[in-house]
């Protein structure tokens, strides 16, 4: 794995010019010269990297998730995230497009932007979780990145900073509302997720060896619908309201509220059943969801 600590030092790797700021980078994807036989390398920045493109014949690959740019996307990726990017077909050309802004966390030091950049939840998204950009919301996307380009070219003075951090936040607010909008009107994908959750907790509430695989997580969750934790969480959140974890409580009360009015079973032997490992935690979860402790909600049905 190779790892840039610094900006300058993934322009050289990739033959690109000197950067003209030791902290920021503006750079167009079309300039960047191709390596024929180029090995795929795994890569970490210590720098954040925010980019729109539209990639032919390359394959990126962040984390086990293959990618294909052949979309026009925006992505975002934080320092210490591992990738990876290949020529997908070495007989075909490679044809790119786009712009990438690099920018150390440094740039930010003193700013406001230092203490928000990390409450942007698509920080934590996979490539595969990227953001599709309707045509008038890429227009306004590459509206800001230009004028943070024309100022990256443009003599530095004590101005520049501070416009360059009001454009990279503006950016950044019109991608959090962009993704919001992609939660909504992806409708078709986004109800099958919520089909595969109900499915997967289904089957992971009815397991016979469910004792022993306890409580899922909001992770285990993730895993198997093959999305991050936070996409996951957000789409749920605008979809219905509830998180991941809000969902997993939800199954879990309809599953113990079953066995509460149609068995026999103590409470103790309930809790234990469905993953829990301490009855006082099973009881408290469940008076926090119904107001009811599991022997009041029994009770009323007798």
């Not at 109900?198 to 016979?208: I, K, M, T, V, Y």
């Amino acid at each position: 794995m190779k790892r840039f600590r610094t900006i300058s030092e993934f322009h050289e790797f990739r033959q690109l010019p000197k950067p003209q700021h030791p902290l920021l980078s503006v750079v167009d994807v079309s300039t960047v010269p191709h390596q024929p036989g180029e090995e795929p390398t795994s890569m970490v920045f210590d720098f954040y990297a925010i980019s729109v493109k539209r990639m032919r014949n390359v394959r990126m690959k962040y984390g086990q998730h293959p990618f294909d740019f052949n979309e026009g996307i925006m992505s975002f990726m934080a320092p210490n995230q591992v990738f990876s990017m290949a020529v997908a077909d070495p007989a075909e050309a490679v044809e790119k497009s786009g712009w990438v802004v690099y920018v150390h966390p440094d740039f930010l030091w003193n700013t406001s932007l230092a203490k928000t950049i990390q409450q942007y939840d698509f920080w934590d998204y996979s490539l595969k979780e990227a953001l599709f950009l309707s045509g008038k919301e890429e227009a306004a996307i590459l509206h800001l990145l230009f004028a943070i380009e024309q100022e990256y070219a443009s003599t530095i003075d004590r101005f520049s900073k501070h416009i360059m951090v009001s454009h990279l936040e503006s950016l950044l607010h019109y991608a959090d509302r962009f993704y919001h909008r992609q939660f909504l009107t992806r409708e078709k994908a986004n109800h099958e997720v919520l089909e595969r959750l109900e499915s997967l907790l289904q089957a992971h509430f009815n397991s016979p060896d469910l004792v022993e695989r306890g409580l899922p997580t909001v992770q285990y969750v993730a895993d198997g619908l093959h999305l991050s934790p936070k996409y996951l969480s957000n789409l749920l959140r605008v979809l219905t309201g509830q998180n991941t974890q809000q969902h997993i409580h939800a199954m879990l009360i309809a599953k113990a509220k079953e066995k509460l009015s149609t068995t026999t079973l103590t409470v103790s032997e309930i809790a234990y059943g469905l993953g829990f490992e301490h009855l006082q935690s099973f009881s408290k979860l469940f008076k926090t969801k119904t107001s009811l402790s599991p022997l009041e909600f029994r009770a009323s049905f007798n």
